[in-house]
């Protein structure tokens, strides 16, 4: 929704999320998911893929909405790296509104436990109303 429906929305909240579409089997749990996904390695499979790789289809000059993006450094399925680069990236090409967080603990739900995964939703949400009604 972030980098192909941008306009459409006024705050995005990306949570433990998938970015990278180029290099996701080769990290963490990813190549188990070529049969779900497609194999970027393979020329023909790459130009489909790409389609839907959101690190791939972020751009200059668009007016991207207010991003929280969130994971936790111990994901053993996505891992922190898809959430980093994809912050990064959206910094280094300008783009104003782009917040970034995370956990220390905490699986693939971002969270270790109840409270984390409480705590978790709770900044999730609050950074949307933030977001969406102007105080942020």
């Known amino acids: 929704m972030l980098t192909t429906y941008p ?13 990278d579409m180029r290099r996701y089997t080769k990290l963490s749990a990813g190549f188990s998911w070529i049969a779900e996904y497609g194999d970027p390695d393979k020329p023909e499979e790459w130009e489909y ?16 909405p207010k991003t929280l993006i ?7 399925r996505v891992g922190p790296v898809q959430a980093r ?6 910094k280094d090409l300008g783009v104003q509104d782009v917040w970034f967080h995370e956990a220390l603990e905490g699986g693939h739900a971002g969270a270790a ?13 609050e950074f949307l ?8």
């Open 70 to 76: 969130w994971t936790a450094t111990s994901d053993d």
């Open 7 to 19: 306009h459409l929305f006024g705050a995005i909240s990306c949570g433990v999320p998938l970015l």
């Open 113 to 125: 436990d109840n409270r984390q995964a409480a705590r978790m939703h709770a900044m999730s949400f």
């Open 85 to 90: 680069k994809m912050a990064a990236r959206m």
């Open 49 to 64: 893929v790409q389609t839907f790789s959101p690190y791939h289809l972020l751009r200059e000059d668009v007016a991207y």
């Open 129 to 136: 109303w933030r977001a969406l009604t102007g105080s942020l």
